[in-house]
């Protein structure tokens, strides 16, 4: 007596058909494919090299204004000689400090205005770009305080109170009294405006074609799961010995 099983299980993959996890196969239809180097979407490096240098002396170079208009809004602290020394005419003024909070204001707003214009220009700028925005802004920030120095009243005090004489009130030197606060200011403003810009309104990934997917595995369904198919019996493919008990 020999017995036959009824069934013969289908092999996982039929021979002519790749499986769907081959990694040599074709990708399906409605995949997108990745970017090619160069792409304005996606610069590459020597792109990105090239706009943070155009990024850095273009800010770099804004703080030229930056220091014309503090020479012009900073307020002035008057001194006045009494011909052995130099004193100050209001001990108690704040125009001191008013220098200083005047390039900070300034360099804040500054800072909001170089951030937008670089992330509306470049908005798919890479790090380097962000760098080139943060080293430009340092930069005007030294530029304009050395600017205002540079422009502003001489710096030779006793020569000053020589030449304006005993009792007469002039402008004390332009200057900054806390420099690293003050020149800090507009890379931190640059690199913060510039990040909740990002958040807000970058570009965001592109999700890939999930329908060219869905195509490719509506197919029929291969292996163990199948169903019969519409030739067989219900009872299962019958055996290649002919099936049945002899």
């Known amino acids: ?22 990694p040599w196969q074709a990708p399906p239809s409605g995949s997108h494919p990745a970017p090619s180097v160069g792409d304005p979407d996606n610069p590459d490096t020597a792109t990105e090299l090239r706009q943070a240098a155009v990024v ?63 992330f509306w220009r470049l908005r798919r700028g890479g790090v380097l770009v962000v760098v080139g925005l943060a080293l430009g802004a340092l930069l005007a920030s030294l530029v304009a305080w050395r600017v205002g120095i540079w422009l502003g009243p001489s710096s030779d005090v006793v020569a000053r109170a020589r030449e304006a004489g005993q009792g007469v009130t002039f402008d004390a030197p332009l200057e900054l009294h806390s420099v690293w606060v003050a020149v800090l200011a507009w890379p931190f403003a640059a690199m913060g405006i510039h990040l909740l810009l990002t958040a807000a309104f970058g570009p965001r990934d592109v999700e890939p074609g999930w329908s060219g997917y869905g195509s490719y595995y509506d197919g029929p369904v291969q292996g163990p799961l199948a169903g019969p198919s519409s030739g067989s019996p219900a009872g299962g493919t019958p055996s290649a010995g002919g099936g049945g008990p002899v």
């Open 1 to 22: 007596m020999a017995w036959h099983d009824g069934t013969v299980t289908a092999p996982l993959t039929p021979p002519h058909q790749p499986g769907p996890h081959d």
């Open 56 to 118: 850095v002396v273009l800010v770099a170079l804004a703080g030229i204004v930056l220091g014309l208009l503090w020479l012009w809004l900073a307020p002035r602290v008057p001194l006045v000689s009494d011909d052995t020394a130099v004193f100050l005419r209001n001990s108690e003024g704040e125009e001191a400090i008013g220098a200083d909070g005047t390039f900070v204001l300034l360099a804040l707003g500054f800072g909001a205005l170089s951030a937008a214009a670089v």
